[in-house]
Every structure is written in C-alpha cells, then in structure tokens.
C-alpha cells in the first residue's frame, strides 16, 4: 500500500508527465508535422474518406455509394465531428479544404495523447511493484519519438494507444491480483479491447491471445481461471457483433476487416512471383493486382442481386500461389517481423523531412533504413541523427536486458517448475504473459512491417527491460557483497 508521501508525489509526477508530454507534442506539431501538411500519411486519405461519408450522413460508404470495408468505423467516428463543426460549403471537397478540421482534431488528438506516459506509468507499476520503474517509465514515454509522432498524425495510432495501454493495464490486473472470474476488470478488459479492435483491427488476434493468457497465467484455479477466460471472450465477441453483422448483410461473407486478401495480394504473393518469374517487384505487384482483378471479376459475377462482393474474394487469387511455395511465404512473413521488432521510429523523421512521407514503397529493407537514419540520405539535420543513434543505444539496451530476463523469468522458473502450474511465480507469470503479446502483435505484421505497428507493445518492451536491469544490478551487488 503507498504512503500519503508516496501518492503525493506520483500526483506531482502524473502532472508533470502530462504537461511536458503536451508541450513536447504541441512543438512537434508546429513546428515540424503543420508545415506541408505531414500529418496527412499514407493512410490518412482512406481515413479521411470515411469520416467525410459519416459527416456528411452517409454512413460507412464512399461516394459512388459502395461500401467501405478495408477501414472499420472507429477513428473515422472520432474524426466526423470536426468534419461537420469545420466543413466548408458544398457536399464533396479535396482533402485540403479540411484543413481546420484536420488540425483541430489534432489538437484534440495531442490533449488526449498526453495521457499516455501516465498509463504507462500504472502499467508499469502494476507488472513491477517498483515505483522506481514506473516513473523512468512514464518519464520515458514523454519524449519517446513513436508515440510523439502517433499523437500529430491523422492517423488511428495516437487514439488507439490510449485504448490499447488501458487494456493493458486491466489485463495485467487480472493476471496479478483479481482474485473472482467475474470481476470488474474483466469487463472493463474486454470492453477496452473491443473499443480498440474497433479503431485498430488487429485487436482481434489480440483478443484470442488474451483468453489463452488467461487461462494458463491467472491467479485462480484452473475452473476460475476457463471461466474468466470464457467470460472475456464472450464479452469481447459482443463488442465486435454489430460489425460482423453489417458486413454480412452486406457481402454474405463474415469478417470484421478484409485484411488477410488485400494484404497477401499487395505484399506477400509479388515477392513470390518475382522469384518465380523472374522479374522486377513492380512487375510482380501489378501481376498479383491482375490476377486478384480477374478473380474478383469472376466472383462478382456470381453475387446475388443485392448483394456486394466480399473484399475477401482476392484472397483466393493470393492462396494458390502461397501453398505452392510455403518456404518463401514464411521467410518473407518473417523478414518483416524482424524488420518490425528492430525498426527505428527515427526513420519516420527520414521521410519526413525529405518530403516522402505520404506514400510507402513497395518493399523496404531493414538495412537500407538504418542507414537513412544513421548516415546517409542527403542533409538529414543533427538533431536528427542524434535522436537515431539515442534510439539504438536503447533499442540495443532493451533487448539485451530482456534477453537476460527471459533467462531468469521464463527458462529458470520453468525448468524448476512442477506439474502445479502455481509453481510459476507472479514475475514469470507476468513475463510470460508479456512475451505472447509481443510476438503475437509483431507476428502479424508479416506483410509490410515497420516501427509504427510495434507501438502497442512498445511499453512492455521497456517495462521488461528495466525490471530485467534491476534483476540484473541486483544479482551484481548480492556476489559483490559475498565476494566481500
């Protein structure tokens, strides 16, 4: 329990997080993203697209009428009430007459986005007991580029992230100290997934993720542990129903998002045809794009009268070629795993400053990024580089301590354990719990990865790293203090 002293001063240090945080991103705005319009990325016209259809009473449709279904509604939800307070006059305009409602959704976006360090911190306090760990971590996520950077763009991530490290702390909750199945914060834990699965689909993964969590690392007896898992699995399908239904009255087809077509198409089958043709990754893209276009053409020929086409009909365009070659499909899917995990959130300062940042290539390579951010690519400003290379001493330093905490928290606690699962203590529990998180955020991101999908994790990377650190100082000074 903390002390009146202790509770003073994390007020004191929530106020502090929260005002720094706000002037840190407010600058970044003005100064750096307002200029040339960089907010606008390159999903940011989709986004843009759907919130103008809500404004304007359409609904989730474009304006040929057609349904929108690679976007799901919940950052164009937040984003329709500055299209309708800031419209300009007539029904359909560019994106750029939206100006004021781009930068005031922003502002708004920036205040709420402020809150972060402050989640991070609970967090961090609640997966640590340490109050020494969650204020580094809290402070850190002050200044910590990809969150700056998600909180100024038009983009799903800075309102997401507020959803996501809440959920996070619910998750946490249960796994430490909830005691009940039927418990509040398992509630509030899928009721917070589900608004985020909302703005970020992947939340989905997350979700059948979470219910395996909590059944094998919750606190309680195997009986209570199935039951809170199948309570949260329950609550969180209902979240998410409506949208189910909408799409399938509309497609006949169940699905939330239609990522798993569109995305083998546009990244994993072109790698695969430039190997088996022989030819360039824009051939091979334009080849993929061809042939889903003749299956869907095909597949829409046969939808009933009234009935859409499913955006998942190119997923049969995309499937052949991937079972026919499985080894190429995985080492690709893998590449950009690894590219994920390892990517510099600095990059983005590369492609802002040299005015690509509203379209992404087709391909990129790890390698090639580092040395964008580190020592090459034209006139990239100092301070640039200076936050590239900070960044790397604590991607480098993070990883190395988790490495070391996997060894203490996961592989010893389980080679000690017994066939009682309560043999596992609440660190490991934690560190476990943790780690299928992060591989099963990063997991997915086999088609085009790069830093800003590693956000939701971001926090549990630095969290383990700093209890891992203090494990490591304290085993340190303990054979210090024998040797003496």
Avoid at 62 to 89: E, K, N
Avoid at 146 to 153: E, H, I, Q, Y
Avoid at 471 to 479: D, E, F, Q, T, V
Wanted: charged share 10%.
């Amino acid at each position: 329990m903390l002390s009146v002293q202790s509770m003073h001063r994390i007020c004191i240090h929530a106020g502090g997080m929260f005002m720094v945080s706000f002037i840190i991103r407010a600058l970044v705005f003005i100064f750096l993203i307002q200029p040339g319009d960089r907010y606008n990325q390159p999903d940011t016209p989709s986004y843009h697209e759907a919130a103008l259809s809500l404004s304007q009473g359409r609904g989730m449709y474009r304006a040929d009428r057609q349904p929108i279904f690679w976007r799901t509604p919940g950052y164009p939800l937040y984003l329709a009430p500055f299209y309708s307070l800031y419209a300009p006059s007539g029904m359909q305009r560019p994106f750029d007459n939206y100006r004021t409602a781009h930068h005031v959704a922003i502002w708004v976006q920036i205040i709420f986005c402020s809150c972060i360090p402050i989640l991070i911190f609970l967090l961090a306090l609640l997966m640590s007991s340490d109050l020494g760990i969650a204020l580094i971590s809290g402070w850190f996520f002050v200044i910590h580029l990809g969150t700056v950077l998600a909180s100024t763009f038009l983009l799903t991530e800075g309102i997401a992230m507020i959803l996501f490290y809440s959920f996070l702390c619910m998750l946490f909750y249960q796994i430490i100290r909830a005691t009940e199945w039927f418990d509040w914060s398992t509630i509030m834990c899928a009721f917070l997934l589900g608004a985020y699965t909302w703005i970020r689909p992947m939340g989905e993964s997350i979700g059948v993720m979470s219910t395996v969590i909590l059944i094998f690392f919750s606190p309680t007896s195997w009986l209570h542990s199935c039951k809170r898992a199948a309570f949260f699995l329950v609550l969180f399908a209902l979240t998410l129903a409506p949208w189910y239904v909408r799409n399938y009255q509309l497609t006949q087809d169940y699905f939330f998002c239609p990522v798993s077509g569109i995305y083998f198409t546009c990244f994993n089958v072109p790698k695969i045809l430039r190997r088996t043709d022989g030819i360039s990754i824009e051939q091979a893209w334009k080849k993929s794009q061809q042939n889903a276009q003749m299956v869907c053409l095909g597949a829409l020929q046969k939808c009933p009268p009234g009935v859409y086409l499913s955006p998942l009909s190119s997923k049969a365009a995309a499937m052949p070629v991937i079972l026919a070659h499985p080894f190429w499909f995985a080492l690709d899917w893998s590449k950009e795993v690894v590219k994920t995990t390892f990517d510099l959130f600095s990059y983005q300062l590369v492609t802002l400053l040299n005015g690509c940042f509203s379209w992404d290539p087709i391909e990129e390579f790890l390698t090639e990024k580092y040395a964008a951010c580190l020592y090459t690519h034209g006139t990239l400003p100092l301070w640039a580089r200076i936050c590239a290379w900070l960044e790397l001493c604590v991607m480098v330093a993070c990883w190395a301590s988790i490495a070391y905490g996997i060894c203490v928290f996961v592989v010893m606690p389980l080679i000690q354990c017994t066939d009682q699962r309560f043999a596992f203590p609440r660190m490991s529990r934690v560190w476990w719990a943790a780690g299928i998180l992060m591989a099963a955020t990063v997991g997915m991101t086999g088609g085009f990865g790069y830093a800003r999908l590693r956000l939701p994790i971001e926090p549990l990377i630095v969290i383990l790293a700093l209890i891992a650190l203090q494990k490591l100082i304290s085993a340190l000074r303990s054979s210090s203090l024998s040797i003496s």
